[in-house]
């Protein structure tokens, strides 16, 4: 990702909105308010009952492990956040008890889609952990936007490119994507289907900006023969697995000030850590297929 396109990516933020009430009616509003209201909950310890919907028990157990998880995140602990989580569990309950009463859990493949979300979930747990043991200082970014500052200055750094990418792990299957593309098939449908970079392929295979020396070997080299709108031919190896690049959109680079580059650096620096940690991982596992 370029230097003079960091300030223009923001980061997801982490909090969680705790509203969802917002999309019912007023009605249902009203009489969750009601319920809730008529509740004592404030901070409790243990697992006291503090509501039953339809029988099920809400518990200040639940309550203050979603405040705890609430608070983590920058929020402020209050009679209002309770009130308005409360509400939230109610709404979760009732949808729960809904969706497991009209059979919605095994419809069509909606399991499917459950056991990819916790699938999702365990992922980003374990960068979150991952993040934990190798944390992104104010130093770092400092450090990168110095090292940019001066790559910019090398001639084969004069423009910056943005790209998509899929990557996939072996040669046969990225050859077969690009007979899917050469016949017309979406990039960024395919980068969402196969990727392995789930970060990038979630977005379509977005990447973002980036000048040639941040990108890896040999898809450095190869990127500045390219044109806007043209996808690699043959599949690129890298330590990451088969990589078919796209080349979106090509500018001249213009260095912007710090203040401005930061935040895209820092996210930029992520993305970069979290390909570092699955490239890591890969390293230890050994992948083999049945009697062989």
């Known amino acids: 990702m370029g230097l003079s396109t960091y ?3 923001q980061q ?54 979603w405040v705890n998880v609430a608070v983590s995140e920058g929020a402020k602990d209050s009679p209002e956040l309770r009130q308005s989580i409360m509400n939230d569990l109610i709404l979760r309950e009732a949808v729960s008890q809904d969706a497991k009463k009209t059979g919605l859990l095994t419809a069509g493949n909606n399991a499917f889609k459950i056991k990819v979300a916790e699938q999702n979930a365990v992922l980003e747990l374990w960068f979150a952990q991952y993040f934990k043991a190798h944390p992104l200082s104010e130093a770092d970014v400092k450090a990168e936007y110095e090292k940019q500052v001066a790559l910019s200055k090398e001639p084969q750094n004069n423009k910056e490119y943005k790209l998509s990418q899929i990557v996939v792990g072996s040669e046969s299957e990225a050859n077969q994507i690009i007979a899917q593309l050469n016949k ?10 196969k990727s392995l970079d789930k970060n990038s392929g979630s977005r379509g295979g977005v990447m973002g900006w980036a000048l040639p020396s941040q ?36 500018k001249p680079f213009v260095i912007p000030s710090f203040d401005d580059a930061k935040a895209g650096i820092a996210q930029a620096l992520v993305q970069q850590r979290r390909q ?4 890591a991982l890969m390293k230890t596992i050994k992948i083999s297929q049945p009697g062989k």
Request: neutral net charge; charged residues 10%; proline residues 5%.
């Open 215 to 250: 990108l890896v070997p040999p898809i450095n080299e190869i990127v500045v023969s390219m044109t806007k709108g043209q996808f690699t031919l043959k599949p690129i190896q890298t330590s990451n697995g088969w990589h078919i690049v796209m080349v979106d959109d090509v």
């Open 12 to 65: 997801h933020p982490n909090t969680k909105n705790h509203r969802p009430m917002k999309h019912l009616n007023h009605l249902l509003i009203l009489i969750l308010l009601s319920l809730a209201s008529n509740f004592a909950i404030a901070q409790t310890g243990g697992n006291t009952v503090l509501v039953l919907v339809n029988g099920a028990k809400i518990t200040s157990g639940q309550l203050n492990d």
């Open 184 to 193: 017309g098939a979406s990039f960024a449908s395919l980068a969402q289907e």
């Open 7 to 9: 300030y223009n990516h």
């Open 276 to 279: 570092e940690a699955v490239g």
